[in-house]
């Protein structure tokens, strides 16, 4: 399995009920908490997406997307609140908060039932637009949203068509087993972004998906997904990707953002956070699952990097 597909597959996304709006502008909605990662789709017309609050880590306030029709949007729902608009300066006429939606004083209604999912007025000059969203599980899917800014757009062109066609058709029906084949069609729409979003020039490390491509970096990499529990180590690495230790060790850090043994750190501890919640094993048996003999020195490297020890982890209540 490759690395972004043993992710996903970790990661087990879950989504609510797929949306279409066919809404003739001015429009605009806002989503007051947003699940972990939404996905928008713009099939015809233009559409915006903006950040209400300042997402941490960003160095000012994020401008509005602007989407264009076949572009699809990403936005991380750690980074707050957003507006889903024709354009940025359409004022909220929809709140949508606790899964309800309320009209905002003084504001037409934005929309009615059109179909099955399909809500607007569906008037020529429409904007048409798709709306997911996902949940995702454990310390594999913080792990993945981490690696997504708080908002990504890409461009159309980036191989989605064909299955954002099928998903506007599929959303209107009614059919035995609908809800799977939307599912199903969402999933291959967010795989599709994320590994176009990942290449893209430009795009900032670390990120690994990227890194795949870049020769003995790629291999390095898959090679520690492959097996995690191994005792490696910077040489044996370097030696299996055919490179010099020291020349291996400054390529990976320039590629990923860190060095191999920190990164291979990082994935073990995602692994064994799940581990810990999701199965019964002892704190032993989940750190020899990853690479400790020690379950100690493995307790120790858990406490640095998730801030409680082992055990305290496992006690933490479901989200």
């Given at each position: 399995m490759d690395v972004l597909s043993d992710l996903l597959h970790r990661a087990r996304p879950r989504h609510s009920r797929v949306h279409q709006l066919i809404q003739r502008p001015p429009w605009s909605m806002a989503f007051a908490d947003p699940p972990p990662l939404t996905v928008v789709a713009a099939l015809d017309g233009p559409a915006s997406v903006r950040l209400t609050g300042h997402p941490s880590g960003a160095p000012a306030p994020l401008a509005p997307a602007l989407l264009a029709p076949g572009d699809v949007a990403l936005v991380r729902g750690s980074a707050g609140p957003y507006v889903l608009a024709d354009r940025p300066g359409t004022a909220p006429q929809v709140l949508i908060r606790g899964g309800t939606k309320q009209v905002v004083d003084g504001a037409p209604g934005v929309e009615r039932s059109l179909a099955p999912r399909t809500y607007g007025d569906g008037l020529p000059g429409a904007t048409t637009l798709l709306h997911g969203a996902y949940r995702f599980h454990g310390a594999a899917g913080a792990?993945?949203?981490?690696?997504?800014?708080?908002?990504?757009?890409?461009?159309?062109?980036?191989?989605?068509e064909a299955a954002l066609r099928l998903l506007a058709t599929e959303t209107a029906r009614q059919d035995p087993g609908q809800e799977a084949v939307l599912n199903r069609l969402l999933d291959l729409v967010l795989v599709i972004a994320l590994r176009a979003w990942s290449i893209r020039p430009g795009t900032e490390p670390p990120c690994w998906n990227a890194a795949l491509g870049v020769p003995a970096v790629g291999e390095a990499i898959r090679l520690l997904h492959a097996d995690p529990a191994r005792r490696w180590t910077v040489a044996e690495l370097a030696a299996?990707?055919?490179?010099?230790?020291?020349?291996?060790?400054?390529?990976?850090?320039?590629?990923?953002?860190?060095?191999?043994?920190?990164?291979?750190?990082?994935?073990?501890?995602?692994?064994?956070?799940?581990?810990?919640?999701?199965t019964d094993a002892t704190v032993a048996a989940v750190a020899r699952q990853v690479g400790y003999r020690d379950a100690f020195a493995f307790s120790t490297a858990f406490k640095r990097t998730r801030g409680l020890t082992p055990s305290a982890w496992r006690d933490l209540p479901d989200d």
């Open positions: 792990h993945l949203l981490g690696l997504l800014p708080p908002l990504a757009v890409l461009p159309a062109g980036g191989g989605t299996r990707v055919g490179r010099s230790r020291t020349a291996f060790a400054a390529q990976f850090t320039r590629a990923v953002g860190e060095p191999p043994l920190a990164y291979l750190t990082a994935w073990r501890m995602v692994l064994a956070a799940d581990l810990l919640r999701d």
